[in-house]
């Protein structure tokens, strides 16, 4: 009897360990995809703001007046950080696949927290190099 019921609670808790780890992976699934689909929508606004500062700073290089040289300059630098920041999210989707249900939860928990340290990175990326070409535009 003894046998049984150390048995039943062995299962019992490998049991709630297993619900408690699926949680963290749900969780962890659901803030990844949250800090995707945040920014994702952004990047027709990077594209855009990227071609705008590109052009003003076009514009600005056919003039032959000098005092003009750091702001292009701020203008190209700033355009190339925006497709940088977009190249980025276009990195990370290539990269980025949906764990396998079959595949140990220790290592989807594993590979789940890497990717959101990514994508929050791309994430900061895209919104501060945004932020910045708005400002110059």
Request: charged fraction near 35%.
């Given at each position: 009897?003894?046998?049984?019921?150390?048995?039943?609670?062995?299962?019992?808790?490998a049991?709630?360990?297993?619900?408690?780890?699926?949680?963290?992976?749900?969780?962890?699934?659901?803030?990844?995809?949250?800090a995707?689909?945040?920014?994702?929508?952004?990047?027709?606004?990077?594209?855009?703001?990227?071609?705008?500062?590109?052009?003003?700073?076009?514009?600005?290089?056919?003039?032959?007046?000098?005092?003009?040289?750091?702001?292009?300059?701020?203008?190209?630098?700033?355009?190339?950080?925006?497709?940088?920041?977009?190249?980025?999210?276009?990195?990370?989707?290539?990269?980025?696949?949906?764990?396998?249900?079959?595949?140990?939860?220790?290592?989807?928990?594993?590979y789940?927290?890497?990717?959101?340290?990514?994508?929050?990175?791309?994430?900061?990326?895209?919104?501060?190099?945004?932020?910045?070409?708005?400002?110059?535009?």
């Amino acid at each position: 009897m003894k046998k049984v019921i150390l048995l039943l609670f062995m299962v019992a808790t490998a049991t709630a360990c297993s619900n408690e780890q699926k949680e963290q992976k749900d969780a962890l699934m659901a803030e990844v995809m949250a800090a995707h689909d945040e920014v994702m929508p952004k990047m027709g606004e990077l594209r855009k703001t990227a071609k705008d500062l590109q052009a003003k700073a076009d514009s600005l290089s056919t003039l032959t007046d000098q005092d003009f040289a750091a702001e292009i300059s701020t203008l190209r630098q700033t355009a190339e950080r925006i497709e940088d920041a977009n190249e980025g999210m276009m990195e990370w989707m290539r990269q980025f696949e949906m764990p396998d249900n079959e595949a140990p939860i220790a290592e989807v928990l594993v590979y789940l927290k890497d990717q959101k340290e990514k994508i929050d990175k791309v994430k900061d990326e895209m919104l501060k190099s945004l932020e910045e070409g708005k400002a110059l535009r």
